[in-house]
């Protein structure tokens, strides 16, 4: 039985892996949840499943759950705040972590995941964008391991060669045959909108993706494909690839996750119906698989596949992300800063659909710093570039 903890246990990635525990209960056990400030649903994890910690980051929230539980004769133990949080993803009984934390909130807690030498199901990509080179530094030294739980960085996973699963990040694509990673996408919500009519979009309309249920913040980065680019940043770093090596595709179906091509001409596709379960089933499972209970693929049902070009003009966040990795870990963790706080205004209607590319770009050409060797350095780059993309946002909406 594997003992696992959660971080971020209730949100959609977090849910999704409490289903599949629920459905293996003889295969896995929850030790520790990991929570904002949602308590009633950790109530609700907490009666289901009966961990023996629970953090939430809000000292108000950890308080009333308390309260709650103990009037429900609940043994779990509370505790509150970032430094607990490090501490239960660092927990000697603990197997596996998974790390559904969203943004640089959830950088700190990975990393004494990989200290701890845990297995970590990476749902957190702003680890990797922020603190890439850091991030691989200490798993590399350590004796964790990563599996990728996005449903495109898992699918290439799935079809890679063992000996690149054993050794993600170090491992060689060209000497294990593999000539490219294709990185497929939805598009989003607007890839057939014109130039005028993204300007007009809502909120409401962004986080309305046509084949996945995601939170707010991811469903407006697939609807700019920030996400996407983000995605390439985070399938450099797994995967060890050049940028020759990876190509990115539009697949407005979303059936095929990822593509990996080998030099002998072959074309691997990882087919599903767009469900987190699949992913996260089989990271928590590798090698082996579980019956993750989803809806299974007809391909009867299915009478077509397209694939299209990215598209740079209507969606310029893609190629800005594309571009910040190749000028350095710095530009990357400005850019994810910004982008926190222009999706952020978005949702408050404090600027237009098409403002979030201005606000990103304004604030990493107005940015100039030193590339970090330490996660305080990245932590430093990361507030100084939240204030600068704070007054951009002021300027905008003034």
């Not at 559904?100 to 964008?129: D, R, V």
């Not at 870990?329 to 952020?344: D, R």
Request: net charge positive; aromatic share 8%; glycine share 4%.
């Amino acid at each position: 039985m594997k003992k696992i903890t959660i971080l971020g246990s209730t949100g959609s990635i977090g849910i999704s892996t409490l289903s599949i525990v629920q459905n293996h209960p003889n295969l896995f056990k929850v030790i520790a949840l990991v929570a904002n400030k949602n308590i009633t649903r950790m109530l609700q994890q907490c009666e289901l499943f009966s961990p023996d910690w629970v953090v939430m980051n809000d000292e108000k929230s950890a308080d009333l759950l308390r309260k709650k539980l103990k009037n429900r004769k609940i043994k779990t133990f509370v505790l509150s705040g970032e430094k607990a949080i490090c501490e239960i993803s660092s927990l000697p009984e603990v197997d596996q972590v998974i790390a559904a934390i969203t943004g640089i909130a959830g950088l700190l807690p990975i990393l004494s995941a990989i200290y701890a030498g845990k297995t970590i199901l990476l749902a957190n990509k702003e680890s990797l964008i922020t603190c890439g080179y850091l991030f691989m530094k200490a798993l590399i030294s350590s004796k964790a391991k990563i599996f990728p739980i996005d449903s495109e960085h898992n699918a290439i996973f799935q079809l890679l060669p063992l000996e690149i699963q054993k050794n993600l990040g170090v491992a060689n694509l060209k000497k294990n045959g593999v000539k490219h990673i294709i990185l497929t996408g939805s598009g989003g919500p607007f890839y057939n909108f014109s130039l005028s009519d993204l300007s007009n979009v809502t909120p409401m309309q962004a986080c309305s993706h046509p084949n996945w249920s995601m939170g707010k913040k991811i469903s407006v980065d697939s609807a700019t494909m920030m996400n996407k680019g983000f995605e390439y940043a985070e399938a450099r770093w797994l995967f060890n690839a050049l940028d020759s090596e990876i190509e990115i595709l539009i697949h407005p179906q979303s059936i095929i996750h990822s593509m990996v091509e080998y030099y002998d001409g072959a074309v691997l596709a990882q087919l599903s119906v767009p469900d987190i379960k699949i992913s996260i089933s089989y990271a928590m499972s590798w090698p082996n698989r579980l019956h993750s209970k989803v809806d299974f693929l007809s391909f009867l049902k299915k009478n077509n596949l397209s694939f299209f070009e990215p598209d740079f003009i209507r969606f310029p966040c893609l190629k800005l992300a594309i571009d910040a990795f190749s000028q350095g870990q710095a530009a990357m963790t400005v850019l994810n800063a910004a982008n926190e706080i222009a999706v952020s205004a978005f949702l408050d209607c404090k600027i237009s659909f098409s403002k979030i590319f201005q606000v990103n770009n304004e604030t990493l050409m107005s940015s100039c710093f030193s590339e970090p060797n330490t996660i305080e350095d990245v932590l430093e780059i990361d507030r100084t570039s939240r204030i600068l993309a704070m007054n951009k946002v002021l300027s905008l909406s003034s």
